[in-house]
Nanobody
Framework: QVQLVESGGGLVQPGGSLRLSCAAS????????MGWYRQAPGKQRDLVAG???????NYADSVKGRFTISRDNAKNTVYLQMTSLKPEDTAVYYC????????WGQGAQVSVSS
């Protein structure tokens, strides 16, 4: 079993920045993939960004150029640096990790509003 704990959400004005962190613990065999998804009220959960253990990344078109995903393998932690935030980025952001099975974090609220 793997546990994921997210931190770093909050309220920010349009154009602002936030950084989310997600630390994995427990029976970690290998975190071959880690990612961030988000879910706005009334909408489905969608991929924001993902990163493999060797550093390959992918992003949703809506966040390319504004968000950056990274990871620290020694700390089993993945980060999401978010810049130039827009109101439409408002959502609950979920961390996901694959380690002999898929695991989800509890979610972190990100609100972008003036």
């Amino acid at each position: 079993q793997v546990q994921l704990v997210e931190s770093g959400g909050g309220l920010v004005q349009p154009g602002g920045s936030l950084r989310l962190s997600c630390a994995a613990s427990g029976r970690i065999l290998s975190l071959s993939y880690m990612g961030w998804y988000r879910q706005a009220p009334g909408k489905q959960r969608d991929l924001v960004a993902g990163i493999t253990s060797d550093g390959s990344t992918n992003y949703a078109d809506s966040v390319k150029g504004r968000f950056t995903i990274s990871r620290d393998n020694a700390k089993n932690t993945v980060y999401l640096q978010m810049t130039s935030l827009k109101p439409e980025d408002t959502a609950v952001y979920y961390c996901y990790a694959y380690s002999n099975g898929g695991y989800w974090g509890q979610g972190a609220q990100v609100s972008v509003s003036s």
